[in-house]
C-alpha cells in the first residue's frame, strides 16, 4: 500500500491495523490523474480507508471525514456513518482488468471525487450516476453482463451463473424459449468465464437482499 500511494498521493499514509490496512490523509485531486502538472492538484480530500486483507474481493471502505460532502445519498455518503458509496464493486471486478490498489485509487476512487468536486462546481454529475437501492444494482449488474437492463432477465442470468456449470436443459436467458444447449450456450458459457460462480453468487445474494429491504 505504501508503494502504491508513495508517488501519486504523497500526502496519504499507510498503517496496519490488524488484518486491515487504514490509508489516511489528503487525497490529491489530479488533474488527468498526473502529479507533475505545474498548477498543482485541483483540489484535496480529506479521506481514511480501510482494506480488509480480502482485497479486491471485499470492497474497501472510504470514508470523507473532512466534513466537505455533506452525508447525503443524493451526494453517495451513508448519512449514518459517512461511508462513501465509490461505485458498484461487481460491477469494477468484471470490468476492470487491473484489481490492484494503485488501479482503485486512479479509478473507482479518482472519479468519485472529481465527481463530487464538478457537482460542488456545477450541480451536474460528469459521469452519471447509478440510481440508488435495487435499481441502481440492476443498472449496474446489467451492464458489466451485456444484457438488457430487466430485473427478471438479470436474476435468471445470475442464477445459470452462479452454478458452476449451467444446465443445458434450462431455457436460454435470451427469452426465445429454447434449451440452453440448443441457443445461447456459447454466450453464456463465455460469460461464465467472465464472472466466475462466486462472484455471481454474490451478485443474486446482494440484489435479492436490496429488493426485501
Known amino acids: 500500500m505504501k508503494d502504491a500511494i508513495a508517488f501519486d498521493q504523497p500526502k496519504l499514509s499507510a498503517i496496519r491495523d490488524g488484518p486491515d490496512v487504514v490509508v489516511s490523509g489528503n487525497y490529491l485531486l489530479l488533474e488527468n490523474g498526473e502529479i507533475s502538472n ?82 460542488e462546481k456545477t450541480g451536474k454529475w460528469p459521469f452519471g450516476e447509478w440510481s440508488h437501492g435495487s435499481k441502481g444494482l440492476v443498472e449496474a449488474y446489467a451492464h458489466a453482463l451485456g444484457i438488457p437492463n430487466k430485473q427478471t432477465c438479470l436474476i435468471y442470468y445470475l442464477r445459470l451463473l452462479s452454478l458452476d456449470w449451467p444446465k443445458g436443459h434450462w431455457q436460454c436467458p435470451c427469452g426465445s424459449g429454447k434449451l440452453l444447449r440448443h441457443c445461447h450456450r456459447d454466450e453464456l458459457m463465455a460469460l461464465h468465464e467472465k464472472v466466475p460462480p462466486h462472484l455471481a453468487a454474490r451478485m443474486l445474494h446482494r440484489l435479492t437482499s436490496a429488493n426485501n429491504l
Open 38 to 119: 505545474p498548477a498543482g492538484p485541483i483540489s484535496e480530500y480529506d479521506i481514511r480507508i480501510v482494506l480488509s486483507d480480502k482485497y479486491p474481493i471485499r470492497e474497501p471502505k472510504v470514508f470523507e471525514i473532512g466534513g466537505r460532502i455533506p452525508r447525503s445519498l443524493d451526494r453517495h455518503v451513508n448519512n449514518s456513518n459517512g461511508e462513501c458509496c465509490i461505485t458498484v464493486w461487481e460491477n469494477w471486478l468484471i470490468c476492470a482488468e487491473d484489481h490492484s490498489f494503485n488501479a482503485f485509487i486512479d479509478g473507482p476512487l479518482y472519479e468519485f471525487f472529481l465527481s463530487q468536486y464538478w457537482f
